[in-house]
């Protein structure tokens, strides 16, 4: 990305220019990396992230101080008069951009829930590199940009000679891309920019299409909304339960036979590519999960066994993990391994915790009639997912416990004076023991237990042959003063806010189904009915789906919160309240790109993408206010309002193309990465890359549109015999429409 970055600068910029605004990167780069340090934060997958996405970022501001001294030394100036002038003159709306990015990533910050946790990271690098970048362009660039030949470049020089011919290739590139830039500028740029504010409005009303369609293209399916896709991992694994009480040996045996259709599957998958698999182990008694976890409730034992798989990288294999699974749960299926309960396919990913699906349903109490309405409805929902497309593994965690004796004393024996205690010490002193006696041994106390000899013990076959003594000294069977039932319970009871619960889980096809509209489809078509049905029954929403909605909420709190801010900032900046509208306006257009990013790459929307977006709108932010400053500025000299905007345009193309291209650039390397660690981070760049693909282009035209509306409108509320007006940046100065 870095390579990448400094390749951009070389073409479009003079080469000397080029390299003391790249010198900036690795400036900001050690010095987020002290505030890292300082912040209690890691050097991770997460924060190399933040990195490359603040590569192209830092350099914007580098690259208007820098694009800016250059275009005053064309201007016949000295070069220290022109590295004082260039970066004076663009220093305020540099820092208003900087400004307005950094509170664009603030709200990353406050997102709540794990993801919250997962991804703050991001922002404190971006913040820390923007901060860092700042400093450098404004103090240290512009003495580096102020000397017609340096020692720095007479050294380089001296001990690259030999290289000296990729210098003159660049600088030949470099005039290339200037004849280029002028041609596009001068005959595709000006007379297109000259006809749009011609017909400003149907420039406005088509921007505005193009925006509801990007809009309602999601929630029709194009693309689809998933909030986190599943990565290709290289990790996976099958849990399996069995009834409690099953010997251990019959799951020992079961493990096999799923360690068996594991090797069969890649047998059929891999053919002639190698193996897939790298280190493949069974584990009978655990299932290997967290306490927290759905695998977790299933208990400990020797009922449950898991299989877990490490695969080799993601990178030396053209099957993914989820065909792998496929296959084995194929694979497992054909085997008819009899009594199994429970078994479920995982494969390890990133992001939120839970299922695509997953919820609880609560019972309002624990009478016996409001437990068999939970135990209906629960079954009634899993049915009812079972019938939509691409769902599977639709499981719930009320499992059965072992079988038990229940046993209650009987009317007729209480007026022996038999209770309960009764029953229940005799039981245990037939199969445990009674102590009778200690006996000295020694130093030690040995107790002495009796109980019934072992064969008698070891089978519950002669239960009804226990005799217990009643209050007359006399001895009955246990079935003449007891009613026993034989029953299975339940291995565990889970409450919620002191509520019976029952959680319901399943899993998505991605390709043949969306988590997100099978919910919504469950709400408005089913679970009404289902109230209605069984009234002592509630739901209450987890998963992906809580934490999804948990997420977004507090990310669009904190964005109308920084909205706000940046509001507050521009209009300090441009000492106007009607100006900053205009910068913002274009916020909104980034998601025309993004949206088209993701059906040209092929991707899902996912939360991430919002992520993205929300990035992304300080960098839209950043061109525009640059351009508005420009466009005063020329107001203010006393040239005419077209003339003005147009000559804004054409003076801010260049670096505003730039800057785009260069923040693409930067992010080009995790668009394209394949490995298992980034691809929850593609989406990202995506909407970022994409969204300012699109975005710069209806910057340039936009907002020199959006800006002759304004005074469009200025003259319609302006009274007829005054003359319209509008505040800008200069105290004192007023704008003539």
Not at 58 to 69: H, L, Q, T, Y
Not at 79 to 90: F, M, P, R, Y
Not at 395 to 414: F, N
């Amino acid at each position: 990305g870095l390579l990448l970055v400094f390749l951009v600068l070389a073409v479009f910029l003079e080469i000397r220019l080029a390299f003391w605004v790249a010198v900036g990167i690795p400036v900001a780069l050690l010095g987020a990396g002290s505030f890292l340090v300082l912040g209690g934060q890691t050097l991770n997958m997460l924060s190399m992230f933040a990195f490359l996405l603040a590569l192209g970022i830092v350099v914007d501001d580098a690259i208007v101080v820098g694009e800016n001294i250059y275009a005053q030394r064309q201007l016949g100036k000295p070069s220290l008069q022109a590295a004082i002038d260039g970066t004076v003159e663009v220093m305020p709306s540099v820092f208003a951009s900087v400004a307005t990015t950094i509170i664009a990533f603030c709200p990353m910050f406050f997102v709540t829930g794990v993801m919250g946790k997962f991804f703050a990271v991001i922002p404190f690098a971006v913040i820390a590199m923007l901060g860092l970048s700042l400093f450098e362009c404004a103090f240290i660039l512009p003495c580096h940009l102020s000397h017609e030949d340096g020692l720095v470049f007479r050294l380089l020089r001296f001990f690259f000679y030999p290289l000296g011919f990729v210098v003159r290739i660049f600088a030949y590139l470099n005039r290339r891309s200037a004849d280029f830039l002028e041609v596009v500028i001068n005959g595709v740029y000006t007379p297109t920019l000259r006809w749009a504010l011609k017909f400003r409005y149907a420039v406005l009303a088509s921007a505005v299409a193009m925006l509801m369609i990007a809009v309602s293209l999601p929630v029709v399916g194009y693309p689809e909304f998933i909030v986190f896709p599943k990565a290709d991992s290289n990790f996976i694994k099958c849990s399996i339960a069995f009834p409690n009480g099953t010997p251990v040996q019959v799951t020992d045996q079961a493990t096999q036979k799923v360690v068996a259709a594991l090797e069969d599957a890649n047998r059929d998958l891999a053919g002639d590519h190698g193996d897939l698999l790298d280190i493949v182990y069974r584990l009978v008694g655990s299932t290997g999960g967290d306490q927290d976890s759905f695998e977790g409730s299933l208990g400990f034992g020797g009922h449950v066994g898991t299989v877990e798989a490490e695969l080799i990288d993601t990178s030396k294999r053209d099957i993914t993990s989820q065909a792998l699974i496929a296959a084995w749960r194929k694979n497992v299926r054909d085997k008819k391994i009899a009594g199994i309960e429970t078994i479920r396919f995982i494969e390890r990913s990133f992001g939120p915790a839970g299922r695509p699906i997953e919820f609880k349903m609560l019972s309002s109490g624990d009478d016996p009639e409001q437990i068999k309405q939970l135990e209906e409805a629960v079954e009634r929902c899993k049915n009812k997912l079972a019938d939509y497309a691409g769902v599977f593994d639709v499981q719930d965690d009320s499992s059965e416990g072992k079988w038990e004796y229940r046993i209650r004393v009987k009317d007729d024996a209480q007026s022996l004076g038999v209770t309960t205690g009764d029953l229940a010490d005799t039981i245990r002193a037939a199969y445990f023991g009674a102590e009778v006696m200690r006996l000295q041994r020694g130093r030690h106390e040995v107790k002495l237990m009796v109980r019934y000899p072992k064969e008698e013990r070891s089978s519950i076959a002669d239960f009804n042959e226990i005799f217990v003594r009643t209050s007359d000294g006399g001895e009955r069977p246990i079935s003449e003063l007891a009613e026993v039932d034989v029953i299975r319970g339940y291995s565990e009871i889970n409450r919620v806010d002191q509520k019976r619960s029952i959680t319901v889980t399943a899993d998505v096809d991605e390709e043949a189904g969306n988590a997100r509209r099978i919910v919504k489809d469950m709400q408005d078509n089913f679970l009404s009915e289902l109230f209605a049905e069984f009234p002592y029954v509630q739901v209450r929403w987890e998963g992906q789906q809580e934490q999804t909605q948990e997420s977004v909420r507090s990310l669009l709190r904190a964005t109308g919160v920084a909205l706000l801010a940046m509001f507050v900032l521009l209009t300090m900046q441009f000492k106007s309240y009607m100006q900053p509208f205009l910068v913002m306006a274009i916020i909104p257009f980034g998601l025309v790109g993004a949206v088209l990013g993701h059906l040209v790459m092929g991707l899902p929307l996912t939360l991430m993408s919002f992520f993205g977006l929300v990035a992304l709108t300080g960098v839209l932010v950043n061109d525009s206010i640059v351009l508005i400053d420009f466009i005063n500025r020329r107001v203010r000299s006393g040239v005419s309002i077209n003339e003005a905007l147009i000559e804004s345009g054409k003076r801010r193309f260049r670096p505003v193309l730039l800057t785009s291209i260069t923040t693409i650039a930067g992010l080009s390397p995790i668009m394209f990465e394949q490995s298992f660690q980034a691809q929850i981070l593609v989406p990202m760049a995506v909407s970022l890359s994409f969204g300012l693909m699109t975005a710069t282009l209806l910057v340039v035209i936009l907002v020199p549109s959006f800006f002759r509306i304004y005074l469009d409108v200025i003259s319609l509320v302006s009274s007829p015999d005054q003359a319209p007006q509008m505040s800008v940046s200069a105290p004192g100065k007023e704008l003539s429409a």
